[in-house]
């Protein structure tokens, strides 16, 4: 029972991480219909820029300043790069934000090398909140969690109850009209890549100093943040949470679990063969379920494209 | 940020260059790992190893033979099999009769096969492959040569070193071993059951678990369970990023115990656990720099420091590759007839760099020294990764597995 309630508490902590980095990049796929392949990269430049800034300045104003040094990055991406290839299409604009990761974890090397950096906490969030039988939860993923709940939070007012809200939401479905009434659309498409960009950099400060901060941090991330938002429905914010969340604790529980896939086989009456070597099955006989646990929400992810495939909430097609 | 690396290279490169112009004698030893990609660190961390090495212990001191002074040239193999045989190739071409190798196992396999097919037919040219960092035991068992020396203590001698001193701590009855999914994470923990259950029966292994390789980004589940599991050590063969993960969500889940590791040290390692590591991350090497085992070895070290500035003293078996290179050379009176050199190498019995003694085993060519189980600690005069941290000796084997049976059979030219 305590291992579940801390998994509960782990797989929070990893779904809002997801969370945090899936919300931009669908917020930037219902605005301009790009997928942003360099969306984790941005991850990856918030927690070395945070890392750098923390040596001098110390963690908060790492987590203050980088976020901000990210989104304007990614404005001056878009201003710059995306927005002379828009107007070839859909697939340049893969291909420009492609190309962007690749250059992003090179130019990374070279400032940075391939070492670990020793990104830390800070020291006052050092030390175990509380503890659930022997395990100990670290104050500081607790306030990982309620960052990420506020930025949640704020995001969902700024888009719903703001004006800027509403000018965004109206670009999103009637860019030419919102044009015409005298808004900046472009303008509008920057800062919203901006501050998807930005988010994505608060996930790299919050998630460097536990995850680690090395050059192949976002590659790690990076493909199961496309299956979250494929899940939760493209474009949808309230599916990016959801599908975050799900994944977060599917990952957590299926790692955490030691189930024998030979209790399935002997489920169907079948013996263990003495040798294991001569049996076609073998593999199946020794597996267990962390051990495939990766793959589950890339399974999850066919089976949601197969039976629902504008995923949990979104409005449209893959 | 990495400019004073480029300069340490390019400096040391230079001054090899510089040493070729002026000694029209020189002893090539190619060395062949990985320079570029995700893997340079290592093997530019241990190419500076080596190039210091052979001008400190070598050139310094007037060459061996009549002068003759050690050039390391450093070959990018690009952590690739393919690569690695176009280097051999590369290597013979320009003159080398040795060549030193370390990472990955696998190239290691590819190049003792590659030199031994080279040499049996290329009489004229042979080389001798002096292996300072791969630690498959196969190497020096069925798979061994007369061509390759092992100069580091292969996977099967450190696990029983690393079970030795699990075994002398009364407090541990628990243990739980967790590695990679691959043919190494699986060859600890077999390694890590047979030694502990031959060694003490009371020890219970509460739990094996292999996690895919690379893959996981977040270990805190796996650390939960190791909690609950009621273990007091981890045994781990994890490395690189993995090696950080899952030692960082260990800790931080409130495991109190020492965690076990091959490879947790260096490259940012032991700066990224900083104060968390203390105590708990301990490490099975041969070659331990605090204490060190003479003032010699602590004037080297410093030195080392002061010119590779960001790199450590990693591998410390590189000196004894350089040293004992240089003693069977001056034995064999030559360094192109490799065969005299090998079999001045092989069985020889001399003191090793970092303290103690070293044995080349003729039998398979497998060094047998001194392995220690080392605990990161502070305010230690020998320092990794520029940080506070480093390894103090917590147990010391002596001439750990001097017994270890082999099945090599090796077949000696006439």
Sequence with gaps: M??????????????????????????????????????????????????????YLGFWMGLLIAPLLVGVVGALVERYGLRRVHQYGHVPELIFTFGLALLIEEVIKFFWGNNLMAYQEPEILKFALFSIGNN???????????????????????????????????????????????????????????????LAGVAGVLA??????????????????????????????????????????????????????????????????????DSYLRDLWTLTLPQIGPILPYILMVLILVFRPHGLFGKRDV | MRIPTKFGVTAALALSVSATAAFAENIKIAFIDPLSGPFATTGTNGLAEFQFAAEELVNKKGGVLDGDMFE??????????????????????????????????GIAHALTEAVNKHNRRNPDSQVLFLNYSAVDPALTNEKCNFWHFRFDANADIKMDALTDAIVQNDEISKVYLI?????????????????????????????????????????????????????DAVITGNWGSDMVGLGKAIIEAGFTGPIYTYYAASNGITRTFGEAGVGKINLVGEGALNPAGSPEVDEYVDAFEAKYPDHDISQPRIANVVRMLAMAIEEAGTATDVVEVAKALEGMETD?????????????HQAIQDVYVMEQASGLKHLLDNSDYGLETAVKVEMASADIPTTCEMERPE
Excluded: C
């Design chain 2, 72 to 105: 390391v040239i450093g070959l990018d193999n690009k952590m690739d099999g393919k690569e690695s045989l176009i280097n051999l190739q590369v290597a013979i071409d320009q003159g080398a009769h040795y060549v030193v190798q370390g990472n990955s196992s």
């Design chain 2, 352 to 364: 090793n760099f970092w303290g103690g003694k070293i044995k080349m085993r003729a039998e398979d």
């Design chain 1, 136 to 198: 100990a939860v670290p104050a500081y993923k607790v306030f990982m969690i309620f960052t990420s709940v506020a930025i949640f939070i704020g995001l969902l007012y700024i888009l719903t109850r703001t004006r800027i809200g509403m000018i965004i939401q109206a670009a999103l479905s009637y860019p030419r009209t919102v044009e015409a009434l005298g808004h900046n659309v472009p303008l509008i498409f920057m800062g919203v890549f901006g501050v998807g960009t930005a």
């Design chain 2, 179 to 231: 590695g990679q999914d691959y043919s190494f994470g699986k060859a600890v923990a077999e390694a890590a059951q047979r030694d502990l259950g031959a060694k003490k029966d009371s020890i219970e292994i509460v739990g094996n678990e292999l996690h895919p390789i690379g893959k996981v980004k977040d270990f805190t589940p796996y650390a939960r369970k190791i909690v609950s599991s009621g273990a």
């Design chain 1, 2 to 55: 305590d291992l579940v309630i801390i998994n509960l508490i782990d797989g929070l902590f990893y779904g809002l991480l997801l969370f945090m980095l899936s919300s931009g990049l669908t917020l930037i796929f219902s605005m301009m219909g790009v997928l942003n392949f360099a969306h984790a990269s941005f991850y990856m430049l918030g927690a070395y820029f945070a890392y750098q800034i923390s040596m």
């Design chain 1, 208 to 277: 460097g100093p536990v995850l680690g901060t090395f050059p192949g941090m976002a590659f790690v991330l990076g493909s199961i943040v496309f299956v979250t938002i494929v899940i939760g429905g493209l474009g949808s914010l309230w599916g990016a949470l959801v599908a975050s969340l799900l994944l977060g604790w599917l990952t957590t529980f299926a790692a955490s679990s030691s189930f024998p896939f030979a209790s399935i086989l002997e489920s169907f009456g079948m013996q263990r063969p003495e040798s294991l070597s």
